[in-house]
């Protein structure tokens, strides 16, 4: 009853601005009111018992080892089931008794460690640790410390080795951070298979070879994927191990954080890919069994494990839990000037059934009630206030297949506070029209739905194919377009035989339709932009452990007698145009034609004409288009360009004069040429465009 009081009492500042836009949400009133009320306690909490959440968020500095200015060493975990824990590595010829840590309060442990006689530190960079922790039951486990920001691991080693990483000279950050971009134009990239090598790339690879492609491309926002250490390297960087350390099977830490200054320098941002949402079931070189109980960081019992992953889970409501996970995001934005995080898999934290075996029809009580797990959504919200606090210009991205609303709205209003959404389903409807209907069946109405049914005021990244489809299994937009086609007939100094045309210039069309019509931001995984021919597996044991599928094939891009090079180029020209019109930033379209049997959209966006042609054979002349602002219009963008791999069928030099003839609900109108398999942006030429 108390409880049921104190929501009513809960006052949430934007509540009924949120309401406006969305009436519907009303009935919820009360779930609303008990997450806000969550989530101010949790943060009143942190303010009252650690001098606030910024100190509580830099537990990093104190937590796992640390030289100090006399060059003594401190180290400190937190282990609360632990009988006895010591500190052992290459500093005292390993010996498992010599430094005990002294148990504090709460669980926790502190060992201090005095500078040798000549007053060098005792333990020395670079050299190997382990924590040994001594359980209740007389069990003696081996243990890389939670916080470690730097692990190994030998060829011939199973394990990772936590490795002491203190440099004598750290590097220096050179370059300030970007302003945030008001189009967000991403390129999602994994730094190990950034070559066309077959081996694990490096860090500098990236900043040396990939870099400078991906700035001439016109992205804006790299999310790199596969950063925070996992033991697996087929996981993708989905099965996470150390959560501090960043990946040593690309190089250094040092080396990450030049990638990230070179890329700031380049007016480039920098996004991790973050998984708070579960963590590899490894004990020796992981989170699991670190005090040798069940619990510690994670759920005890079947809560503890996702049924699908077989990963573990964490406890949100712990104390200690929200301690590393909040101060995890703050470490990879201060150590490594981050600009933000892609937060993985929440989707399975927002629920109690995880989105296992259910299917989300939209109806807004699937997304309240007793299923909603709040422990976890209040984290969010912490974590989203947090650091849109503390960095004004930090972008969290929410990877949320269920719908959830809200969830793109500020804690303020009761949202949970990401800036963007991934819009999943764009992929997914790609993948279904190109498996399942001939072109001439393709249902236009449908295709425009999909890319414009997103929640009004919540921002969308849309993507035409996600990173998945290129795994082997799978196939990425080009793979099903053009099939083994790719590997023999993607010579420019060939005719294109129909089915290299069909699928070069639908590749383009699939492209710019989502890029303009599909939300605030657009997203690409590396490689696909020109069309990879090839799919992505890493080594394991059922591919005789080869690197063969793990890389990207640039060097394709550079012959220039490849079709790669066509793809890449409309790509790159894509990306600027955006650049110029920043359609991304400008409210969502107004489609004023989809037209069933002319397989025709045309919409507007920022005062630009986007104009389709998916009919596979029929070109119209003389077809009228609607349009708002009166004037005159010129192409910016033509996909038929010789240079795209097109047929050069429109004349650049024309100038489309609007006529005062209303149609389909624009005040002006003018008659354009649009041939098959084409499509076209028009600006306004009497327009500043500046923004």
């Not at 470690?148 to 002491?164: E, G, M, P, R």
């Not at 700035?215 to 996981?235: F, P, R, T, V």
């Not at 999909?450 to 969308?460: D, I």
């Amino acid at each position: 009853m108390a409880e049921a009081e104190a929501e009513d009492n809960v006052s949430i500042p934007g509540f009924s601005s949120l309401l406006q836009m969305d009436p519907y949400l009303r009935p919820y009133e009360k779930d609303f009111k008990r997450r806000y009320r969550l989530f101010q306690k949790q943060l009143s909490l942190l303010e009252e018992a650690e001098a606030g959440f910024d100190q509580f968020t830099r537990s990093y500095r104190s937590f796992g080892a640390h030289r100090q200015p006399d060059n003594s060493l401190v180290f400190k975990e937190w282990a609360p089931a632990a009988e006895a824990l010591f500190l052992t590595g290459d500093f005292n010829g390993w010996d498992k008794f010599s430094h005990p840590y002294k148990k504090k309060e709460f669980g926790k442990w502190e060992l201090h460690i005095p500078p040798k006689e000549d007053k060098s530190p005792a333990v020395a960079h670079n050299s190997k640790l382990k924590v040994v922790v001594h359980t209740k039951e007389g069990e003696r486990l081996y243990r890389i410390s939670p916080w470690a920001t730097y692990v190994t691991k030998v060829n011939t080693s199973v394990v990772y080795d936590w490795v002491f990483w203190d440099p004598p000279q750290p590097y220096v950050h050179k370059h300030p951070r970007p302003r945030k971009p008001r189009s967000l134009r991403i390129y999602e990239s994994h730094v190990g298979i950034a070559s066309p090598e077959g081996k694990i790339a490096s860090y500098s690879n990236f900043t040396h070879n990939v870099l400078p492609r991906i700035k001439d491309l016109g992205y804006n926002c790299i999310q790199l994927m596969a950063i925070m250490e996992h033991a697996y390297y087929a996981s993708f960087g989905y099965q996470v191990t150390s959560f501090f350390a960043a990946s040593s099977r690309y190089g250094t830490p040092d080396e990450l954080k030049e990638l990230i200054d070179v890329a700031h320098s380049m007016g480039i941002i920098v996004l991790l890919d973050v998984v708070h949402s579960h963590a590899s079931k490894n004990t020796e070189d992981g989170l699991n069994r670190f005090d040798g109980s069940d619990s510690c960081f994670f759920h005890s019992g079947q809560r503890g494990e996702h049924p699908l992953w077989d990963s573990r889970l964490f406890n949100y409501s712990s104390w200690e839990v929200l301690r590393f996970l909040l101060s995890n995001l703050r470490w990879w934005m201060e150590e490594y000037r981050f600009d933000g995080f892609r937060f993985d898999g929440i989707t399975s934290m927002l629920y109690h059934h995880h989105g296992v075996g259910t299917g989300f029809s939209g109806d807004y009580s699937e997304y309240f009630g007793l299923h909603v797990d709040e422990d976890s959504l209040v984290y969010l919200m912490l974590a989203n206030h947090i650091l849109h606090t503390v960095y004004e210009d930090c972008i969290t991205i929410g990877e949320d297949v269920s719908g959830m609303p809200t969830l793109c709205r500020p804690v303020q209003e009761g949202g949970c506070g990401f800036d963007y959404r991934l819009a999943m389903a764009i992929p997914d409807k790609w993948i279904q029209i190109l498996k399942e209907f001939k072109d001439e069946d393709w249902d236009i109405g449908n295709i425009v739905h999909t890319l414009t049914n997103r929640r009004y005021g919540e921002n969308c990244i849309a993507y035409a194919e996600s990173h998945d489809q290129a795994l082997v299994g799978d196939k990425s937009l080009a793979f099903w377009l053009m099939d083994k086609e790719m590997y023999t007939n993607m010579s420019a100094l060939i005719p294109m035989n129909p089915v290299i045309d069909r699928g070069i210039q639908l590749h383009k069309m699939i492209r710019l339709l989502t890029h303009g019509l599909g939300g605030e931001g657009y997203l690409n995984f590396m490689g696909n932009e020109f069309g990879h021919p090839e799919w992505l597996d890493f080594p394991r044991v059922g591919n005789n452990e080869s690197y063969h599928y793990a890389r990207r094939q640039y060097n394709l891009v550079d012959m220039d007698h490849l079709r790669y090079r066509q793809l890449y180029a409309f790509d790159r020209d894509m990306n600027r145009t955006e650049d110029k019109y920043s359609w991304l930033a400008a409210p969502p379209a107004f489609v004023s034609t989809k037209h069933e049997g002319d397989k025709v959209i045309v919409f507007e966006r920022a005062n630009v004409i986007f104009i389709f042609n998916f009919h596979p054979t029929n070109s119209y002349s003389s077809y009228r288009v609607g349009v708002g602002p009166p004037g005159k219009y010129k192409i910016k963008l033509d996909s038929d360009e010789i240079q795209y791999g097109g047929h050069g069928r429109l004349d650049h030099n024309t100038e489309f004069f609007t006529e005062s003839v209303p149609f389909n609900d624009r005040s002006n109108s003018m008659q354009v040429y649009i041939p098959c398999r084409t499509a076209v942006v028009l600006a306004n030429e009497e327009i500043d465009y500046c923004y």
